[in-house]
């Protein structure tokens, strides 16, 4: 009788880390002249996508946006220079992320906008000084997750990178939108580099098992009955006459 047998693939999930990715913002990175404004900026790193677009951002002075802007119009958006970028809201304003005091000057960010969900892990300001107290804030997904952030005040989920008052290393903070903001009318600066890291990937090993096929058992089976039945069985003894 021919022998066949079925073969079962039996799978083990797990998980692959990723490295993190480091993102700076020099124009060449993103293949357009520095010193200007774009409507949006795309960059890929390490297989990680993201598009960069200026916004207005008005809050009732607690952090709870009520309104939100996209920047648009000849010479306005997203400032590039060599080595960071900005925010230029209007014919008046400077390249960088700025928070207004008035409905005329509006509280300025810039939204990053990843093809995946990816983690936050740290960011480098430009022109961030303790001198004028400058702060940020970081909202996730529509979700506001860190409130006028300092080396002076921080939060259990981020650090000052020591002896730097404009790095920042963050824990916990994942998503695909992450929008960087100035408030209070005081805050000023630009954003020199990001890192992130990609959510770790799901991946599925096989590992294959043999097994009889259906019929083989069947017969197996009948075989350990039989054996069974014959060893159960009590012989006949015939009365002589």
Aim: proline share 3%.
């Amino acid at each position: 009788m021919d022998a066949r047998i079925i073969t079962w693939v039996f799978f083990t999930i797990f998980s692959t880390p990723s490295s993190a990715t480091l993102m700076q913002f020099y124009a060449s990175h993103f293949n357009v002249e520095a010193d200007k404004n774009y409507q949006d900026l795309s960059l890929t790193v390490d297989g990680i996508s993201v598009s960069i677009s200026a916004y207005t951002i008005n809050n009732d002075g607690n952090g709870t946006i009520f309104e939100l802007d996209r920047v648009s119009g000849d010479e306005l958006g997203v400032y590039v220079a060599d080595g960071y970028i900005g925010v230029k809201s209007s014919g008046g304003d400077g390249p960088n992320i700025d928070s207004g005091s008035i409905a005329s000057d509006p509280d300025e960010g810039l939204l990053f906008e990843f093809d995946q969900t990816v983690s936050f892990d740290f960011i480098d300001f430009d022109s961030f000084t303790k001198g004028a107290q400058d702060a940020f804030n970081l909202t996730v997904d529509g979700v506001n997750q860190l409130l006028d952030i300092n080396a002076d005040q921080l939060a259990s989920n981020v650090q000052s990178v020591s002896g730097d008052f404009g790095e920042y290393t963050f824990r916990g903070i994942s998503g695909t939108r992450f929008l960087i903001w100035g408030d209070e009318g005081k805050d000023d600066f630009r954003i020199d580099r990001i890192e992130v890291t990609a959510a770790p990937s799901i991946v599925a090993a096989a590992t294959p098992a043999t097994v009889p096929e259906p019929s083989i058992l069947l017969l197996m089976g009948s075989g350990l009955i039989g054996l069974i039945l014959f060893r159960d069985e009590k012989p006949i003894v015939k009365s002589s006459t």
